[in-house]
């Protein structure tokens, strides 16, 4: 299955195409039990595009999106970042690439508890090449005023805001969200997706957000539907709806 | 950037700041390791250097001996042993002193001077004053002057030749050969009852009756030289004039209570900081092993965020690293404190013309780097865990721990325990290194205690046994020379005399195939009372006529078993070889004895009974009398309170002993809080929800409390039997240290002192965990869920 229109990647233009995935497949072996999370997943995504990534539970949505990001090693198949193959890279190559290139959101903020908002932002922008200001990133999201906030002292929803300032504030040229709506009610879900819109709308930062929530593909570029480990089908979206509009 | 401090540093501190008492608890145990090695590797250098520097600057000699009467005319030849490189003959001997505003009377030990320039070795240091320049003139050492106000210009008088003559103090010295001054027969230093007086060579010949002779001989070696040759050499030219047997620096008196004090020192160093550092590793692992463990989504996120393997290593070793900073500062603090407590000791019992204070600054780096060392191999492995962890695996909550049944589970249902307790047993079993090393720590502090208070015991029995039972005698009369029997009379008739035993003393050495020992051999009386031989069972041991009766320490070194025969070569009384029957052995803790009956032994030398010490009892009531009479008693060479030697000894002993046994008990709450606070937060910390969850079940405060404590109070009496175990072996290895020809210290250890190692170990174990067991009143059931430890 070959997901999207085809278009070639040399063509002024064309979309540039970002990630290339090429027969991925990810097989777990805990003991005797083998789980087959990807199998055969051939993919590409698009510079500056929002993509959303749908799918029940266990289909392997996070498993692709943590490979695309190199944080795990794929069992076959190959995965080029523009004109370099993420497959093969070393453990070493894979931290630099994941420090240069990519932002990542997680459905569980994952902020250090031991950090404020502002320091939990300069994590990033103490290694980050070319960083914007960890008080611009979090103004970007809206949370100026929180700066100096400690996790416990934040919102679900303010916290997610504060693992995005960090995922932008390194201008990624990729930005990596598992479920960032996840913990959240429609409408702080609202404020998060409209930060990420506004990101990918100023930066032109190709976005991909994993979603169990089907009214959020309205927002995007293209929707990628897996099932057991396969991508099923790609939508073109051509009207998007802006977030505020989404509810659930 | 805003700050100089970057964010991940920032989340270091906090993190520390927010482990405080943890790491507190464990930079206590390295500080204990690196105030130890500080102190006694310090001092044990400073000990050694200064000595060093002493011996080299005022020429100590190698090779010493005391002769009977030699003529000066034997010194040519004895310059010319091969090896020989400087020779220095004196006229030495013991006078009973009178010092002004002393009730007692003082043992001086008279050196005399070369007629013109200073001694060619053991050259004293002029103190204060001048030397004598005249026959009635003195210079003594320092501490003597001190501890008796005298001065410069002071006089007091000596008993020379049976004359009272009075002397004129000029100056005050000190000498390499007197830097731990003990006075004949006595077993502590006292200043004030024994000195040192130099005077003219003239004045002392006259004393002595020694013109054109000499009696003490000191000799220093070339670098080539072979002492065992040197000594036999001196031996075969001074055996026609009463050589008493030359002796290299391991035996000379002063010389060898220093090597056996810096022999203490450096195997203090060698063994105790490493015990310390293990303790404070494995606290550094079960801590940061936790915090890796609740911190792997933060480093899984710390990864997704592009920092290296490389970078999370090292932020978890600086956390460890942040515990041996405080640790080191600490020790380095305490240590610098005890260096300079120890020095002071030293200064009371080693007379130095210069000061020993100095800690070498190496010495402060090497046990800087050791604790650094030891907790960074503590934190390697989680830290290593760390930067290995997968970044995606990182991002997924910990599998559950899983549990098997296994015989243990088996065994709990059909007992039947109730719920908690089945807790206790399956976290015990479930962390089986963990559990083993903790009770392993907790009986190492048990084995602390015990190796310090252990002592009190010891001491009691040997001084039972060297006191009470061997030697009754209140004091001891030593005369300049053996003297027929007759003279007990005399001393009979002293004020306030109410026992009285004559005795003899000599000098021989005692040969028994290759194995030969200078020894000081006793001669008394069938049936004494006062000074006796007691053997391990208690009875009293007397040597029959032909036999001789020896302590085991001298007939292990001489490979001797009773029934076998030794060769004595009596240097005193009539020199001469005799066979002898090995009747006896004995425990001894103090010297190295022999005994023989003191009838066969004159029997032996075909003369009438003579006596060189009379041992008597006193009574108290007539001492002032008494000391009063001894002072002017001509041929008395020396006299030994030993009541008043049992009484210092006794005090400066619990002296020490109450010191120890508070540095030991406090090393063991020290270490025992570091294992039982931590262990016991970690617990809370791994516990926390099923702890909460219990108490949303119904379970009781009580209940909760009982598995939080109840672990850890498991642990420590399991910990008892191996503490005790080691604590016996450290008490035996410790006694085998301290052993040398000079004293001994039994192995005793009584069960009070088991008792109360435990207590101190439980009772502290307890402590720490009920500290932690408070967190669980404040548990806000609701918010447990997000709570770290
Ligand atoms: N570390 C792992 N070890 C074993 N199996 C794994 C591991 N990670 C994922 N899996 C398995 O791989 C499959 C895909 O998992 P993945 O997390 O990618 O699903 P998902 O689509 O993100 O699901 P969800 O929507 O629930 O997050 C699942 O069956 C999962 O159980
Ligand atoms: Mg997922």
Same mark, same amino acid.
């Given at each position: 299955?070959?997901?999207?229109?085809?278009?070639?990647?040399?063509?002024?233009?064309?979309?540039?195409?970002?990630?290339?995935?090429?027969? =991925?497949?990810?097989?777990?072996? @805990?003991?005797?039990?083998? %789980?087959?999370? !990807?199998?055969?997943?051939? !993919?590409?995504?698009?510079?500056?595009?929002?993509?959303?990534?749908?799918?029940?539970?266990?289909?392997?949505?996070?498993?692709?999106? @943590?490979?695309?990001?190199?944080?795990?090693? %794929?069992?076959?198949?190959? =995965?080029?970042?523009?004109?370099?193959? !993420?497959?093969?890279?070393?453990?070493?190559?894979?931290?630099?690439?994941?420090?240069?290139? %990519?932002?990542?959101?997680?459905?569980?903020? @994952?902020?250090?508890?031991?950090?404020?908002?502002?320091? @939990? %932002?300069? !994590? =990033?922008?103490?290694?980050?090449?070319?960083?914007?200001?960890?008080?611009?990133?979090?103004?970007? =999201?809206?949370l100026a005023h929180?700066?100096?906030?400690?996790?416990?002292?934040?919102?679900?929803?303010?916290?997610?805001?504060v693992a995005i300032a960090r995922a932008i504030a390194k201008q990624p040229e990729i930005l990596l969200c598992d479920e960032p709506t996840g913990a959240l009610d429609s409408k702080t879900g609202v404020q998060v997706l409209e930060a990420l819109h506004g990101i990918n709308d100023r930066f032109g930062t190709t976005t991909v957000v994993i979603t169990h929530n089907a009214e959020i593909r309205r927002m995007a570029d293209r929707v990628i539907r897996f099932h057991d480990g396969h991508i099923v089908a790609v939508e073109v979206n051509t009207e998007h709806v802006p977030p505020s509009q989404i509810t659930w | 950037m805003v700050s100089a401090m970057h964010a991940i540093d920032r989340k270091l501190i906090r993190d520390f700041r927010r482990l405080w008492a943890q790491a507190l608890a464990i930079a206590l145990v390295l500080a204990?390791?690196?105030?130890?090695?500080?102190?006694?590797?310090?001092? $044990?250098?400073?000990?050694?250097?200064? /000595?060093?520097?002493?011996y080299e600057r005022n020429r100590f000699a190698d090779v010493f001996v005391s002769t009977r009467r030699a003529p000066l005319s034997l010194l040519r030849e004895l310059g010319q042993i091969s090896g020989v490189q400087a020779i220095e003959a004196r006229i030495a001997g013991d006078v009973i002193l009178d010092v002004p505003g002393l009730d007692k009377a003082a043992v001086g030990r008279v050196l005399s001077l070369p007629e013109v320039g200073q001694p060619v070795l053991n050259v004293p240091v002029l103190r204060s004053g001048r030397l004598p320049e005249t026959p009635f003139e003195v210079a003594v050492n320092e501490p003597f002057a001190l501890s008796n106000g005298l001065q410069p210009g002071d006089q007091f008088s000596a008993n020379l030749n049976g004359r009272k003559r009075v002397l004129t103090l000029t100056g005050t010295l000190l000498s390499p050969e007197f830097i731990y001054t003990l006075g004949p027969g006595a077993m502590m230093p006292d200043n004030r009852t024994f000195g040192i007086l130099w005077m003219q060579r003239a004045a002392a010949a006259a004393a002595f009756d020694m013109e054109g002779a000499f009696n003490d001989l000191s000799l220093k070696l070339d670098l080539y030289a072979q002492e065992p040759e040197v000594l036999d050499a001196v031996d075969t030219l001074l055996e026609p004039y009463g050589g008493l047997g030359a002796y290299g620096r391991n035996q000379q008196l002063s010389n060898s209570f220093i090597d056996a004090e810096i022999k203490q020192l450096r195997s203090m160093a060698v063994v105790l900081p490493?015990?310390?550092?293990? *303790?404070? +590793?494995?606290?550094?692992?079960?801590?940061?092993?936790? *915090?890796?463990?609740?911190?792997?989504?933060? *480093?899984?996120?710390?990864? +997704?965020?592009? $920092?290296?393997?490389?970078?999370?290593?090292?932020? $978890?070793?600086?956390? +460890?690293?942040l515990i041996a900073l405080c640790g080191v500062a600490i020790g380095w603090a305490v240590g610098t404190?005890?260096?300079?407590?120890m020095s002071q000791l030293y200064v009371e019992f080693f007379d130095f013309p210069f000061l020993i204070f100095h800690v070498s600054s190496w010495v402060y780096g090497l046990s800087g780097a050791m604790a650094i060392a030891a907790t960074t191999f503590g934190a390697a492995r989680s830290a290593l865990a760390a930067a290995r962890l997968s970044p995606a695996v990182a991002m997924q909550p910990p599998a559950p721990p899983r549990f098997r049944r296994t015989l243990i589970d088996a065994a709990m249902s059909w007992a039947r325990l109730s719920q908690p307790t089945v807790m206790i047993l399956r976290s015990l079993t479930r962390w089986p290194l963990r559990s083993a090393m903790s009770a392993l720590g907790l009986s190492l502090a048990v084995a602390a205690v015990m190796a310090s208070s252990f002592i009190t015991d010891s001491l009691d029995t040997l001084i039972d046994q060297a006191f009470y039972q061997s030697n009754r005698q209140d004091a001891v009369l030593v005369f300049a020379k053996a003297t027929p029997l007759s003279v007990l009379?005399?001393?009979?008739?002293?004020?306030?005399?109410?026992?009285?035993e004559g005795q003899q003393y000599h000098v021989a050495v005692l040969r028994h195939g290759q194995f030969e020992k200078r020894v000081s051999v006793e001669a008394r009386f069938p049936g004494v009372d006062l000074s006796r031989v007691i053997s391990a069972t208690g009875a009293v041991v007397e040597a029959s006529a032909g036999g001789i009766v020896l302590s085991d320490v001298l007939a292990e070194q001489l490979h001797l078993r009773v029934g076998d025969m030794v060769e004595a070569?009596?240097?005193t009384g009539k020199r001469g070889r005799y066979r002898m029957l090995v009747t006896g052995l004995v425990k001894q803790y103090f010297g190295l004895g022999a005994y023989v009956d003191l009838a066969y032994l004159d029997g032996l030398f075909g003369r009438a009974t003579e006596v060189t010490v009379a041992n008597v009892t006193l009574d108290d009531a007539a001492l002032p009398d008494l000391h009063a009479a001894l002072k002017g008693i001509p041929n008395l060479a020396a006299t030994n309170m030993l009541t008043e030697a049992r009484r210092s000894f006794e005090d400066t002993i619990s002296q020490n002993v109450t010191i120890m046994t508070t540095v030991y008990i406090t090393i063991a709450v020290l270490i025992t809080v570091g294992i039982a606070y931590n262990g016991a937060r970690i617990q809370m910390s791994e516990r926390a929800r099923e702890l909460a969850s219990l108490r949303i079940l119904g379970f009781t405060r009580w209940h909760v409390s009982y598995i939080l404590v109840g672990e850890t109070m498991l642990l420590a009496l399991l910990a008892q039997p191996l503490g005790w175990g080691i604590g016996h072996l450290l008490a035996w290895s410790m006694t085998a240290a301290f052993s040398s020809d000079l004293y /001994?210290?039994?192995?005793? *250890?009584?069960p009070a002192t088991y008792a109360s190692a435990s207590l101190v170990v439980l009772g502290a174990a307890l402590g720490s965990v009920l500290i932690v067991r408070r967190r669980l009143d404040n548990l806000d059931l609701v918010s447990v869920m997000k709570t770290r430890e």
């Open positions: 299955m070959t997901a999207g229109p085809s278009m070639p990647a040399t063509s002024p233009t064309e979309p540039r195409i970002v990630f290339r995935t090429e027969g =991925v497949t990810k097989v777990f072996a @805990n003991g005797e039990v083998k %789980v087959r999370a !990807l199998d055969g997943v051939d !993919l590409e995504l698009f510079s500056g595009e929002f993509a959303v990534l749908l799918g029940p539970s266990g289909s392997g949505k996070s498993t692709l999106l @943590n490979i695309l990001g190199g944080l795990d090693h %794929v069992t076959s198949g190959r =995965v080029w970042f523009r004109d370099t193959e !993420l497959t093969g890279m070393g453990d070493r190559e894979l931290t630099r690439y994941r420090r240069d290139h %990519v932002g990542f959101v997680f459905q569980f903020y @994952n902020l250090v508890a031991s950090l404020t908002a502002r320091e @939990n %932002v300069q !994590l =990033v922008t103490d290694v980050a090449a070319k960083p914007m200001p960890a008080e611009e990133a979090l103004d970007l =999201v809206g929180r700066m100096d906030h400690f996790p416990s002292q934040m919102s679900g929803g303010e916290q997610q805001r | 204990c390791g690196v105030a130890i090695l500080l102190t006694s590797l310090g001092m $044990y250098r400073a000990l050694e250097e200064t /000595r060093t520097a002493y490493p015990v310390f550092f293990a *303790i404070s +590793a494995f606290l550094v692992a079960m801590v940061l092993g936790r *915090i890796v463990t609740l911190e792997r989504s933060e *480093i899984g996120l710390l990864k +997704a965020l592009g $920092y290296s393997d490389v970078e999370i290593c090292i932020h $978890y070793l600086m956390l +460890a690293g404190w005890l260096a300079r407590g009379e005399d001393v009979g008739r002293l004020p306030g005399v109410m026992q009285l070569e009596f240097l /001994r210290i039994p192995l005793v *250890i009584k």
